[in-house]
Protein backbone atom coordinates (compact mmCIF):
# COMPACT_ATOMS: atom_id res chain seq x y z
CA UNK A 1 0.00 0.00 0.00
CA UNK A 2 2.56 2.41 0.09
CA UNK A 3 4.80 2.04 -3.11
CA UNK A 4 3.44 4.02 -6.09
CA UNK A 5 3.25 1.21 -8.53
CA UNK A 6 4.56 2.91 -11.47
CA UNK A 7 6.05 5.99 -13.41
CA UNK A 8 2.96 6.42 -15.27
CA UNK A 9 2.38 10.20 -13.66
CA UNK A 10 5.16 11.40 -13.45
CA UNK A 11 5.69 13.13 -16.45
CA UNK A 12 1.62 14.63 -15.67
CA UNK A 13 1.95 18.70 -16.33
CA UNK A 14 1.30 20.69 -13.67
CA UNK A 15 -2.54 21.33 -14.71
CA UNK A 16 -2.73 17.77 -14.64
CA UNK A 17 -1.25 17.47 -11.04
CA UNK A 18 -3.79 20.22 -10.02
CA UNK A 19 -6.78 18.60 -11.35
CA UNK A 20 -5.58 15.40 -9.34
CA UNK A 21 -5.05 17.36 -6.37
CA UNK A 22 -8.21 19.20 -6.19
CA UNK A 23 -10.08 15.91 -6.92
CA UNK A 24 -8.44 14.35 -4.27
CA UNK A 25 -9.66 17.53 -1.62
CA UNK A 26 -13.33 17.53 -2.81
CA UNK A 27 -13.36 13.57 -1.79
CA UNK A 28 -11.92 14.41 1.45
CA UNK A 29 -14.53 17.58 1.90
CA UNK A 30 -17.20 14.83 0.79
CA UNK A 31 -16.03 12.49 3.36
CA UNK A 32 -15.80 14.61 6.27
CA UNK A 33 -18.95 17.21 5.74
CA UNK A 34 -21.17 14.66 7.59
CA UNK A 35 -18.93 13.79 10.08
CA UNK A 36 -18.13 17.77 10.64
CA UNK A 37 -21.72 18.48 10.38
CA UNK A 38 -22.12 16.11 13.52
CA UNK A 39 -19.26 17.27 15.77
CA UNK A 40 -20.58 20.95 14.83
CA UNK A 41 -24.12 21.07 15.47
CA UNK A 42 -23.42 19.22 18.90
CA UNK A 43 -21.48 21.70 20.37
CA UNK A 44 -25.01 24.14 19.37
CA UNK A 45 -28.06 25.39 21.79
CA UNK A 46 -30.68 23.81 19.89
CA UNK A 47 -31.91 27.27 18.57
CA UNK A 48 -28.96 28.01 17.46
CA UNK A 49 -29.89 25.09 14.75
CA UNK A 50 -33.16 25.62 13.80
CA UNK A 51 -32.35 29.02 13.03
CA UNK A 52 -28.94 29.29 11.82
CA UNK A 53 -26.90 27.44 9.41
CA UNK A 54 -26.17 23.82 9.96
CA UNK A 55 -22.48 24.46 8.27
CA UNK A 56 -21.59 26.93 10.28
CA UNK A 57 -19.56 27.13 13.80
CA UNK A 58 -21.33 27.75 16.77
CA UNK A 59 -21.74 31.21 17.70
CA UNK A 60 -22.64 29.83 21.61
CA UNK A 61 -20.38 27.08 22.76
CA UNK A 62 -21.90 24.21 25.00
CA UNK A 63 -21.66 20.61 25.36
CA UNK A 64 -24.86 20.34 27.32
CA UNK A 65 -25.81 18.33 24.23
CA UNK A 66 -23.63 15.71 25.20
CA UNK A 67 -24.42 15.23 28.74
CA UNK A 68 -27.87 15.15 28.06
CA UNK A 69 -27.35 12.30 25.37
CA UNK A 70 -24.85 10.48 27.89
CA UNK A 71 -27.10 10.71 30.73
CA UNK A 72 -30.41 12.25 30.72
CA UNK A 73 -32.38 11.99 26.86
CA UNK A 74 -35.69 10.08 26.84
CA UNK A 75 -34.91 6.63 25.18
CA UNK A 76 -38.39 4.77 24.99
CA UNK A 77 -39.94 5.76 28.08
CA UNK A 78 -37.06 6.54 30.66
CA UNK A 79 -35.03 9.49 30.50
CA UNK A 80 -31.44 7.79 30.98
CA UNK A 81 -29.36 8.84 28.45
CA UNK A 82 -27.33 6.46 26.36
CA UNK A 83 -24.97 5.35 29.25
CA UNK A 84 -26.71 2.00 29.97
CA UNK A 85 -27.11 1.17 26.61
CA UNK A 86 -23.02 1.72 25.79
CA UNK A 87 -22.61 -0.06 29.24
CA UNK A 88 -24.75 -2.54 27.70
CA UNK A 89 -22.83 -2.81 24.39
CA UNK A 90 -19.58 -3.43 25.92
CA UNK A 91 -20.48 -6.22 28.24
CA UNK A 92 -21.87 -7.70 25.23
CA UNK A 93 -18.80 -7.07 22.62
CA UNK A 94 -16.05 -8.02 24.82
CA UNK A 95 -16.83 -11.67 25.86
CA UNK A 96 -18.21 -12.16 22.61
CA UNK A 97 -15.12 -10.69 20.69
CA UNK A 98 -13.09 -12.87 22.92
CA UNK A 99 -14.64 -15.89 22.92
CA UNK A 100 -15.16 -15.89 18.81
CA UNK A 101 -11.75 -15.03 18.31
CA UNK A 102 -10.30 -17.91 20.34
CA UNK A 103 -12.47 -20.44 18.60
CA UNK A 104 -11.15 -18.92 15.12
CA UNK A 105 -7.89 -19.39 15.96
CA UNK A 106 -8.72 -23.00 17.28
CA UNK A 107 -10.08 -23.92 14.10
CA UNK A 108 -7.83 -21.96 11.55
CA UNK A 109 -5.12 -24.47 13.60
CA UNK A 110 -6.90 -27.94 12.85
CA UNK A 111 -8.18 -26.97 9.36
CA UNK A 112 -4.46 -25.94 8.04
CA UNK A 113 -2.35 -28.11 10.62
CA UNK A 114 -4.42 -31.38 11.05
CA UNK A 115 -6.05 -32.01 7.50
CA UNK A 116 -8.91 -34.51 7.70
CA UNK A 117 -10.55 -36.27 5.12
CA UNK A 118 -13.11 -33.48 4.46
CA UNK A 119 -11.61 -30.77 5.88
CA UNK A 120 -11.98 -28.48 2.46
CA UNK A 121 -15.89 -29.31 3.10
CA UNK A 122 -16.36 -28.49 6.80
CA UNK A 123 -14.42 -25.00 6.11
CA UNK A 124 -16.78 -24.26 2.84
CA UNK A 125 -19.77 -24.78 4.84
CA UNK A 126 -18.21 -22.31 7.92
CA UNK A 127 -17.28 -19.50 5.02
CA UNK A 128 -20.60 -19.93 3.52
CA UNK A 129 -22.40 -19.20 7.35
CA UNK A 130 -20.29 -15.88 7.05
CA UNK A 131 -22.47 -14.29 3.70
CA UNK A 132 -26.31 -15.51 4.58
CA UNK A 133 -28.80 -12.88 5.39
CA UNK A 134 -29.50 -13.04 8.60
CA UNK A 135 -33.08 -12.58 8.59
CA UNK A 136 -32.84 -16.59 7.59
CA UNK A 137 -31.93 -17.33 10.96
CA UNK A 138 -33.83 -15.02 13.08
CA UNK A 139 -37.05 -16.69 13.69
CA UNK A 140 -35.23 -19.99 14.91
CA UNK A 141 -32.86 -18.32 16.91
CA UNK A 142 -35.69 -16.39 18.54
CA UNK A 143 -37.25 -19.55 18.98
CA UNK A 144 -33.63 -21.50 20.80
CA UNK A 145 -33.12 -18.06 22.91
CA UNK A 146 -36.25 -18.86 24.50
CA UNK A 147 -35.84 -22.43 24.76
CA UNK A 148 -32.64 -21.85 26.80
CA UNK A 149 -33.76 -19.20 28.48
CA UNK A 150 -31.70 -16.44 27.11
CA UNK A 151 -34.03 -13.96 25.32
CA UNK A 152 -33.56 -10.29 25.83
CA UNK A 153 -30.79 -11.19 27.54
CA UNK A 154 -26.78 -9.94 27.30
CA UNK A 155 -25.91 -13.68 27.25
CA UNK A 156 -28.33 -14.21 24.65
CA UNK A 157 -26.64 -11.74 22.46
CA UNK A 158 -23.21 -12.68 23.46
CA UNK A 159 -24.37 -16.30 21.57
CA UNK A 160 -25.98 -15.04 18.89
CA UNK A 161 -22.99 -12.94 17.85
CA UNK A 162 -20.29 -15.49 18.76
CA UNK A 163 -21.82 -18.11 16.84
CA UNK A 164 -22.26 -15.62 13.60
CA UNK A 165 -18.75 -14.49 13.91
CA UNK A 166 -17.26 -17.68 13.47
CA UNK A 167 -17.39 -18.02 10.09
CA UNK A 168 -15.43 -15.13 9.43
CA UNK A 169 -12.69 -15.45 12.68
CA UNK A 170 -12.49 -19.02 11.35
CA UNK A 171 -11.38 -17.57 7.37
CA UNK A 172 -9.10 -15.16 9.20
CA UNK A 173 -6.90 -18.12 11.32
CA UNK A 174 -7.03 -20.44 8.34
CA UNK A 175 -6.10 -17.87 5.72
CA UNK A 176 -3.04 -16.83 8.00
CA UNK A 177 -2.25 -20.11 9.39
CA UNK A 178 -1.73 -21.69 5.73
CA UNK A 179 1.12 -19.64 5.05
CA UNK A 180 2.78 -21.26 8.62
CA UNK A 181 5.39 -23.72 7.45
CA UNK A 182 4.04 -27.63 8.59
CA UNK A 183 7.51 -28.52 8.61
CA UNK A 184 8.08 -26.74 12.13
CA UNK A 185 4.32 -28.40 13.70
CA UNK A 186 5.91 -32.27 12.20
CA UNK A 187 9.22 -30.99 13.77
CA UNK A 188 7.85 -30.57 17.50
CA UNK A 189 5.23 -33.20 17.37
CA UNK A 190 8.24 -35.66 16.51
CA UNK A 191 9.61 -34.08 19.52
CA UNK A 192 6.82 -35.11 21.90
CA UNK A 193 4.58 -31.61 21.54
CA UNK A 194 1.09 -32.18 22.03
CA UNK A 195 -2.03 -30.76 20.05
CA UNK A 196 -2.05 -27.45 22.85
CA UNK A 197 1.17 -27.25 23.47
CA UNK A 198 1.79 -26.88 19.67
CA UNK A 199 -0.75 -24.41 19.21
CA UNK A 200 0.51 -22.44 22.65
CA UNK A 201 3.89 -22.68 22.14
CA UNK A 202 4.81 -22.13 18.16
CA UNK A 203 1.90 -21.14 16.53
CA UNK A 204 0.50 -18.53 19.05
CA UNK A 205 3.61 -16.59 19.62
CA UNK A 206 3.48 -15.99 15.50
CA UNK A 207 -0.24 -14.95 15.45
CA UNK A 208 0.03 -11.39 17.33
CA UNK A 209 -1.05 -9.69 13.63
CA UNK A 210 -3.52 -12.14 12.87
CA UNK A 211 -5.47 -11.67 15.95
CA UNK A 212 -5.30 -7.57 16.04
CA UNK A 213 -6.82 -8.22 12.66
CA UNK A 214 -9.40 -10.19 14.07
CA UNK A 215 -10.35 -8.74 17.24
CA UNK A 216 -10.73 -5.50 15.40
CA UNK A 217 -12.72 -7.34 12.60
CA UNK A 218 -15.46 -8.54 15.59
CA UNK A 219 -15.21 -5.57 17.51
CA UNK A 220 -16.62 -3.47 15.16
CA UNK A 221 -18.88 -5.96 13.19
CA UNK A 222 -20.48 -6.06 17.04
CA UNK A 223 -20.36 -2.94 18.14
CA UNK A 224 -22.08 -1.74 15.15
CA UNK A 225 -24.91 -4.20 14.45
CA UNK A 226 -28.26 -3.47 14.75
CA UNK A 227 -30.24 -6.56 13.07
CA UNK A 228 -29.71 -8.74 16.40
CA UNK A 229 -29.17 -5.87 18.80
CA UNK A 230 -33.05 -4.60 17.96
CA UNK A 231 -34.29 -8.38 17.31
CA UNK A 232 -33.03 -9.92 20.85
CA UNK A 233 -32.30 -7.61 23.42
CA UNK A 234 -35.18 -6.35 26.17
CA UNK A 235 -34.64 -3.50 28.18
CA UNK A 236 -31.96 -4.28 30.18
CA UNK A 237 -29.97 -5.47 27.46
CA UNK A 238 -30.44 -3.38 24.61
CA UNK A 239 -27.05 -2.29 22.75
CA UNK A 240 -25.88 1.72 21.95
CA UNK A 241 -26.96 1.36 17.74
CA UNK A 242 -30.79 0.27 18.87
CA UNK A 243 -30.52 2.75 21.40
CA UNK A 244 -29.44 5.41 19.08
CA UNK A 245 -31.74 4.68 16.38
CA UNK A 246 -34.73 5.02 19.09
CA UNK A 247 -33.47 8.35 20.32
CA UNK A 248 -33.29 9.50 16.80
CA UNK A 249 -36.74 8.34 15.66
CA UNK A 250 -38.83 8.70 18.52
CA UNK A 251 -41.72 10.19 17.87
CA UNK A 252 -42.27 12.46 20.93
CA UNK A 253 -41.56 15.90 21.85
CA UNK A 254 -39.38 18.70 20.17
CA UNK A 255 -36.67 16.86 18.46
CA UNK A 256 -33.03 17.66 20.04
CA UNK A 257 -31.18 17.91 16.68
CA UNK A 258 -27.65 18.29 19.10
CA UNK A 259 -28.41 15.55 21.37
CA UNK A 260 -28.79 13.18 18.30
CA UNK A 261 -25.59 14.29 16.22
CA UNK A 262 -24.13 14.00 20.36
CA UNK A 263 -25.10 10.61 20.54
CA UNK A 264 -24.91 9.50 17.11
CA UNK A 265 -20.44 10.33 17.72
CA UNK A 266 -21.16 8.87 21.41
CA UNK A 267 -22.02 5.03 19.37
CA UNK A 268 -19.38 5.85 16.84
CA UNK A 269 -16.64 6.45 19.26
CA UNK A 270 -15.22 3.02 20.19
CA UNK A 271 -15.23 2.03 16.35
CA UNK A 272 -13.42 5.47 15.24
CA UNK A 273 -10.88 5.38 17.85
CA UNK A 274 -10.06 1.64 16.94
CA UNK A 275 -9.92 2.62 13.27
CA UNK A 276 -7.62 5.69 14.45
CA UNK A 277 -5.15 4.02 16.84
CA UNK A 278 -4.77 0.76 14.11
CA UNK A 279 -5.94 1.61 10.98
CA UNK A 280 -3.36 -0.53 8.92
CA UNK A 281 -4.90 -3.71 10.91
CA UNK A 282 -8.73 -2.32 10.44
CA UNK A 283 -8.10 -2.34 6.47
CA UNK A 284 -6.40 -5.34 6.33
CA UNK A 285 -9.21 -7.22 8.27
CA UNK A 286 -11.77 -5.13 5.50
CA UNK A 287 -9.39 -6.93 2.75
CA UNK A 288 -9.24 -10.28 4.07
CA UNK A 289 -12.91 -10.51 4.48
CA UNK A 290 -13.71 -9.25 1.03
CA UNK A 291 -10.70 -11.06 -0.92
CA UNK A 292 -11.38 -14.96 0.07
CA UNK A 293 -8.99 -18.02 -0.67
CA UNK B 1 4.99 -62.01 31.47
CA UNK B 2 8.09 -60.71 29.94
CA UNK B 3 5.13 -59.94 26.49
CA UNK B 4 2.76 -58.40 29.18
CA UNK B 5 5.62 -55.98 30.08
CA UNK B 6 6.42 -55.36 26.93
CA UNK B 7 3.34 -54.88 25.73
CA UNK B 8 1.66 -52.38 28.45
CA UNK B 9 3.83 -49.18 27.55
CA UNK B 10 2.90 -49.65 23.42
CA UNK B 11 -0.96 -50.43 24.89
CA UNK B 12 -0.97 -46.68 26.68
CA UNK B 13 1.51 -45.21 23.52
CA UNK B 14 -1.70 -45.86 21.33
CA UNK B 15 -4.59 -44.98 23.57
CA UNK B 16 -2.34 -41.63 23.61
CA UNK B 17 -1.79 -41.52 20.11
CA UNK B 18 -5.31 -42.24 19.59
CA UNK B 19 -6.81 -39.34 21.56
CA UNK B 20 -3.84 -37.10 20.06
CA UNK B 21 -5.19 -38.14 16.53
CA UNK B 22 -8.91 -37.02 17.47
CA UNK B 23 -8.15 -34.00 19.45
CA UNK B 24 -8.04 -31.72 17.00
CA UNK B 25 -11.77 -33.17 15.29
CA UNK B 26 -12.80 -32.39 18.98
CA UNK B 27 -11.66 -29.31 19.14
CA UNK B 28 -13.25 -28.75 15.95
CA UNK B 29 -16.87 -30.17 16.35
CA UNK B 30 -18.19 -27.26 18.39
CA UNK B 31 -17.43 -24.92 16.29
CA UNK B 32 -18.88 -27.08 13.50
CA UNK B 33 -21.70 -28.44 15.66
CA UNK B 34 -22.99 -24.90 16.13
CA UNK B 35 -22.95 -23.62 12.19
CA UNK B 36 -24.59 -26.78 11.79
CA UNK B 37 -27.24 -25.94 13.73
CA UNK B 38 -27.23 -21.96 13.92
CA UNK B 39 -26.91 -21.65 10.19
CA UNK B 40 -27.74 -24.65 7.82
CA UNK B 41 -30.36 -25.79 10.35
CA UNK B 42 -32.17 -22.56 11.00
CA UNK B 43 -32.16 -22.39 7.53
CA UNK B 44 -34.13 -25.48 7.63
CA UNK B 45 -36.64 -24.84 9.68
CA UNK B 46 -36.84 -21.37 8.36
CA UNK B 47 -37.82 -23.28 4.37
CA UNK B 48 -40.27 -25.18 6.57
CA UNK B 49 -41.94 -22.28 7.78
CA UNK B 50 -42.05 -20.73 4.56
CA UNK B 51 -44.31 -23.28 3.63
CA UNK B 52 -46.44 -23.60 6.55
CA UNK B 53 -49.45 -21.07 7.56
CA UNK B 54 -47.78 -19.53 10.17
CA UNK B 55 -48.84 -16.01 11.54
CA UNK B 56 -47.74 -14.91 14.78
CA UNK B 57 -45.88 -17.90 16.19
CA UNK B 58 -44.43 -20.73 14.27
CA UNK B 59 -46.89 -23.48 13.25
CA UNK B 60 -46.10 -26.11 11.89
CA UNK B 61 -49.44 -27.89 12.05
CA UNK B 62 -51.16 -26.23 8.67
CA UNK B 63 -48.99 -26.39 5.52
CA UNK B 64 -50.05 -24.36 2.82
CA UNK B 65 -47.44 -25.49 0.06
CA UNK B 66 -46.43 -22.11 -2.31
CA UNK B 67 -48.98 -19.84 -1.22
CA UNK B 68 -46.97 -18.03 0.98
CA UNK B 69 -44.65 -17.17 -2.20
CA UNK B 70 -47.59 -16.24 -4.24
CA UNK B 71 -48.80 -13.90 -1.93
CA UNK B 72 -45.44 -12.82 -1.65
CA UNK B 73 -44.40 -12.21 -5.20
CA UNK B 74 -48.41 -10.08 -5.54
CA UNK B 75 -47.82 -8.18 -2.55
CA UNK B 76 -47.69 -4.22 -3.87
CA UNK B 77 -44.57 -3.87 -0.72
CA UNK B 78 -42.66 -6.98 -1.82
CA UNK B 79 -42.48 -5.60 -5.30
CA UNK B 80 -41.43 -2.28 -4.41
CA UNK B 81 -38.93 -3.91 -2.66
CA UNK B 82 -37.71 -5.87 -5.40
CA UNK B 83 -37.82 -2.68 -7.61
CA UNK B 84 -36.11 -0.63 -4.30
CA UNK B 85 -33.38 -3.38 -4.38
CA UNK B 86 -32.93 -3.35 -8.26
CA UNK B 87 -32.34 0.81 -8.53
CA UNK B 88 -29.87 0.09 -4.85
CA UNK B 89 -27.71 -1.96 -5.79
CA UNK B 90 -27.16 -0.93 -9.68
CA UNK B 91 -26.49 2.61 -8.50
CA UNK B 92 -24.87 1.41 -5.22
CA UNK B 93 -22.13 -0.82 -7.48
CA UNK B 94 -21.66 1.26 -10.01
CA UNK B 95 -20.78 4.38 -8.55
CA UNK B 96 -18.80 2.67 -5.63
CA UNK B 97 -17.16 1.00 -8.64
CA UNK B 98 -16.29 4.39 -10.33
CA UNK B 99 -15.44 6.44 -7.35
CA UNK B 100 -13.30 3.93 -5.91
CA UNK B 101 -11.43 3.04 -9.03
CA UNK B 102 -11.14 6.52 -9.62
CA UNK B 103 -9.77 7.69 -5.99
CA UNK B 104 -7.60 4.51 -6.47
CA UNK B 105 -5.97 5.77 -9.96
CA UNK B 106 -5.65 8.96 -8.41
CA UNK B 107 -3.77 8.56 -5.06
CA UNK B 108 -1.79 5.94 -7.30
CA UNK B 109 0.19 9.30 -9.02
CA UNK B 110 2.81 9.86 -6.19
CA UNK B 111 0.77 12.30 -4.82
CA UNK B 112 1.96 13.99 -1.52
CA UNK B 113 -0.04 13.25 1.69
CA UNK B 114 -1.34 10.19 0.66
CA UNK B 115 -1.12 8.69 3.79
CA UNK B 116 -3.31 11.39 5.21
CA UNK B 117 -5.55 11.18 2.63
CA UNK B 118 -6.43 7.13 2.77
CA UNK B 119 -7.61 7.36 5.71
CA UNK B 120 -9.70 10.10 5.57
CA UNK B 121 -11.62 8.31 2.50
CA UNK B 122 -11.78 5.35 4.34
CA UNK B 123 -13.01 5.95 8.15
CA UNK B 124 -16.87 6.03 7.49
CA UNK B 125 -16.57 2.15 7.00
CA UNK B 126 -15.80 2.22 11.02
CA UNK B 127 -19.00 3.56 11.40
CA UNK B 128 -22.29 1.99 12.35
CA UNK B 129 -25.11 2.18 9.42
CA UNK B 130 -27.10 3.48 12.11
CA UNK B 131 -24.71 6.84 12.78
CA UNK B 132 -24.12 7.01 8.92
CA UNK B 133 -27.93 6.72 8.67
CA UNK B 134 -28.56 9.43 11.54
CA UNK B 135 -25.94 12.03 10.05
CA UNK B 136 -27.55 11.97 6.60
CA UNK B 137 -31.12 11.72 7.41
CA UNK B 138 -30.17 15.32 9.49
CA UNK B 139 -27.90 16.52 6.58
CA UNK B 140 -30.57 15.90 3.81
CA UNK B 141 -33.64 17.01 5.70
CA UNK B 142 -35.54 20.15 4.34
CA UNK B 143 -36.21 21.47 7.54
CA UNK B 144 -32.45 21.53 9.23
CA UNK B 145 -29.54 20.67 6.55
CA UNK B 146 -28.68 21.25 3.35
CA UNK B 147 -31.71 23.18 1.73
CA UNK B 148 -32.09 25.35 5.24
CA UNK B 149 -28.41 26.12 5.07
CA UNK B 150 -28.41 27.04 1.29
CA UNK B 151 -31.74 29.52 2.41
CA UNK B 152 -29.46 31.15 5.06
CA UNK B 153 -26.87 31.93 3.09
CA UNK B 154 -28.97 33.83 0.61
CA UNK B 155 -30.16 30.93 -1.70
CA UNK B 156 -33.94 31.16 -1.93
CA UNK B 157 -34.73 28.85 -4.62
CA UNK B 158 -32.77 26.34 -3.85
CA UNK B 159 -34.53 22.99 -3.27
CA UNK B 160 -33.14 19.60 -2.48
CA UNK B 161 -36.06 17.34 -0.72
CA UNK B 162 -35.46 14.56 -1.96
CA UNK B 163 -35.72 12.59 1.62
CA UNK B 164 -39.27 13.88 1.89
CA UNK B 165 -40.20 12.79 -2.10
CA UNK B 166 -41.48 9.38 -2.47
CA UNK B 167 -39.99 8.81 -5.67
CA UNK B 168 -36.68 9.94 -4.43
CA UNK B 169 -36.14 9.24 -0.89
CA UNK B 170 -34.68 5.80 -2.37
CA UNK B 171 -31.44 7.79 -3.69
CA UNK B 172 -30.65 9.32 -0.38
CA UNK B 173 -30.25 6.12 0.76
CA UNK B 174 -28.13 5.28 -2.20
CA UNK B 175 -25.81 8.83 -1.51
CA UNK B 176 -25.16 7.49 2.23
CA UNK B 177 -24.73 4.37 1.47
CA UNK B 178 -22.11 5.52 -1.12
CA UNK B 179 -20.63 7.36 1.27
CA UNK B 180 -20.05 4.58 3.50
CA UNK B 181 -18.41 2.27 1.62
CA UNK B 182 -16.86 4.19 -1.71
CA UNK B 183 -13.51 3.97 0.40
CA UNK B 184 -12.97 0.77 1.13
CA UNK B 185 -13.82 0.15 -2.78
CA UNK B 186 -10.97 2.62 -3.37
CA UNK B 187 -8.33 0.86 -1.04
CA UNK B 188 -9.46 -2.89 -2.74
CA UNK B 189 -8.37 -1.21 -5.98
CA UNK B 190 -5.26 0.67 -4.71
CA UNK B 191 -3.89 -2.83 -3.49
CA UNK B 192 -4.74 -3.91 -6.68
CA UNK B 193 -2.86 -1.37 -8.42
CA UNK B 194 -0.12 -1.62 -6.34
CA UNK B 195 0.35 -5.20 -7.09
CA UNK B 196 0.49 -4.62 -11.00
CA UNK B 197 4.08 -5.45 -12.59
CA UNK B 198 6.30 -2.44 -13.01
CA UNK B 199 7.65 -4.30 -16.08
CA UNK B 200 4.94 -4.10 -17.90
CA UNK B 201 4.17 -0.99 -17.85
CA UNK B 202 7.64 0.23 -18.18
CA UNK B 203 7.71 -1.54 -21.94
CA UNK B 204 4.26 0.11 -22.57
CA UNK B 205 6.32 3.55 -22.06
CA UNK B 206 9.20 2.53 -24.05
CA UNK B 207 6.84 1.93 -26.57
CA UNK B 208 5.15 5.37 -27.01
CA UNK B 209 1.79 4.46 -24.80
CA UNK B 210 0.23 7.22 -23.31
CA UNK B 211 -0.83 7.11 -19.06
CA UNK B 212 -4.32 7.22 -20.34
CA UNK B 213 -3.91 3.82 -22.82
CA UNK B 214 -2.00 2.57 -20.31
CA UNK B 215 -4.25 2.30 -17.79
CA UNK B 216 -7.34 1.87 -20.24
CA UNK B 217 -5.96 -0.73 -22.16
CA UNK B 218 -3.33 -2.54 -19.25
CA UNK B 219 -3.94 -1.21 -16.07
CA UNK B 220 -7.81 -1.50 -15.73
CA UNK B 221 -8.38 -4.67 -17.80
CA UNK B 222 -5.32 -6.64 -14.95
CA UNK B 223 -8.12 -5.70 -12.50
CA UNK B 224 -10.90 -7.87 -13.32
CA UNK B 225 -10.31 -10.08 -10.09
CA UNK B 226 -10.89 -6.51 -7.68
CA UNK B 227 -14.11 -5.78 -9.93
CA UNK B 228 -15.50 -8.94 -9.42
CA UNK B 229 -14.71 -8.99 -4.98
CA UNK B 230 -15.62 -5.86 -5.01
CA UNK B 231 -19.05 -7.11 -6.90
CA UNK B 232 -19.68 -9.27 -4.67
CA UNK B 233 -19.00 -7.47 -1.43
CA UNK B 234 -21.02 -4.40 -2.50
CA UNK B 235 -24.12 -6.70 -4.32
CA UNK B 236 -24.27 -8.96 -0.74
CA UNK B 237 -23.96 -5.85 1.53
CA UNK B 238 -27.06 -4.46 -0.90
CA UNK B 239 -29.08 -6.81 -0.55
CA UNK B 240 -28.63 -7.49 3.27
CA UNK B 241 -28.86 -3.32 3.33
CA UNK B 242 -31.48 -2.62 6.65
CA UNK B 243 -29.73 -0.72 9.10
CA UNK B 244 -29.20 2.60 7.06
CA UNK B 245 -33.21 2.25 5.66
CA UNK B 246 -34.07 1.86 9.40
CA UNK B 247 -31.90 4.95 10.68
CA UNK B 248 -32.69 7.02 7.51
CA UNK B 249 -36.21 6.50 6.46
CA UNK B 250 -37.60 3.47 8.29
CA UNK B 251 -39.14 2.45 4.71
CA UNK B 252 -41.09 5.95 4.61
CA UNK B 253 -42.27 8.13 3.14
CA UNK B 254 -45.21 5.60 2.64
CA UNK B 255 -43.52 2.61 1.29
CA UNK B 256 -41.35 4.02 -1.01
CA UNK B 257 -37.94 2.70 0.86
CA UNK B 258 -38.98 -0.53 1.60
CA UNK B 259 -36.05 -3.14 0.70
CA UNK B 260 -36.49 -6.62 1.21
CA UNK B 261 -34.29 -7.04 4.25
CA UNK B 262 -37.28 -4.31 5.94
CA UNK B 263 -39.83 -6.49 4.37
CA UNK B 264 -38.71 -9.89 6.05
CA UNK B 265 -38.87 -8.21 9.67
CA UNK B 266 -41.60 -5.74 9.08
CA UNK B 267 -44.21 -8.53 8.29
CA UNK B 268 -42.49 -11.25 10.40
CA UNK B 269 -42.61 -9.44 13.73
CA UNK B 270 -44.85 -5.91 12.95
CA UNK B 271 -47.79 -8.03 10.76
CA UNK B 272 -47.84 -11.23 12.33
CA UNK B 273 -47.10 -12.61 8.67
CA UNK B 274 -44.30 -15.20 9.78
CA UNK B 275 -44.86 -17.56 6.63
CA UNK B 276 -44.76 -14.69 4.02
CA UNK B 277 -41.46 -13.11 6.28
CA UNK B 278 -39.82 -16.97 6.30
CA UNK B 279 -40.64 -16.91 2.21
CA UNK B 280 -39.06 -13.25 1.52
CA UNK B 281 -35.87 -14.36 3.76
CA UNK B 282 -35.86 -17.54 1.94
CA UNK B 283 -35.66 -15.49 -1.28
CA UNK B 284 -32.95 -12.99 -0.06
CA UNK B 285 -30.83 -16.01 0.36
CA UNK B 286 -31.15 -17.42 -2.45
CA UNK B 287 -30.12 -13.95 -4.16
CA UNK B 288 -27.73 -14.21 -1.91
CA UNK B 289 -26.33 -17.69 -2.63
CA UNK B 290 -26.69 -17.25 -6.02
CA UNK B 291 -23.44 -14.59 -5.98
CA UNK B 292 -21.36 -15.92 -3.18
CA UNK B 293 -21.48 -19.75 -4.35
CA UNK B 294 -20.12 -19.44 -7.83
CA UNK B 295 -17.61 -16.98 -6.64
CA UNK B 296 -17.04 -18.58 -3.42
CA UNK B 297 -16.40 -22.42 -6.12
CA UNK B 298 -13.95 -20.06 -8.17
CA UNK B 299 -11.65 -18.76 -5.17
CA UNK B 300 -11.74 -22.23 -3.42
CA UNK B 301 -11.10 -24.23 -6.48
CA UNK B 302 -8.40 -22.42 -7.59
CA UNK B 303 -6.52 -22.81 -4.49
CA UNK B 304 -6.52 -26.83 -4.75
CA UNK B 305 -3.31 -27.69 -5.73
Redesign the interface.
Known amino acids: ????????????GVFA?AF??A??IL??V??????Y??LV?SLKPLDE??K?????LPHVWTIAPWLEAWSTAQIGVQPIGLKPYFLNSIMMVVPAVAISTL?GA??GY??TK?R?RGD?V?F??????C???????????A??LGLLGLAGSVPGLILIHT??G??FT?LFFRNYYEAFPTELIRAAQIDGA???QIFRRILLPSSGPIIVVTVIWQF?NI??D??FG??FSSFDSIPI?VA??NL??SSTGVKA?NV??A???L??LP??I???VS?RY??RG??AG???? | MADATMTAPGAVTTAKTTLQDLLPKIVLAPSFAIILVFVYGFIIFTGFLSFSGSKLLPDFSTWVGFENYVRLFRHPNWIVSLQNLAIFSVLYIVICSVIGLGLAILLDQKIRGEGFLRPIYLYPMALSFIVTGVAWKWFLDPGIGLEHAMHQIGWESFSFRWIKDRDFAIYTIVIAAIWQSSGFVMAMFLAGLRGVDNEIIKAAQIDGASTFMIYRRIIIPLMRPVFLSAFVVLAHLAIKSYDLVVAMTDGGPGTSTWTPALFMTKFTFGRNEMGMGAASAMVMMMMIFAIIVPYLYSELGGHKK
Open positions: MSRPSADVATRNRIYVLFVYYLLPLVMNIRGNMLALLNVLWFNVGMMLLAFIPFQIVLIPARIVYLGTSFFTWNFLSSTLNVNYHFGAIAATLVYIGFVLMAVKG
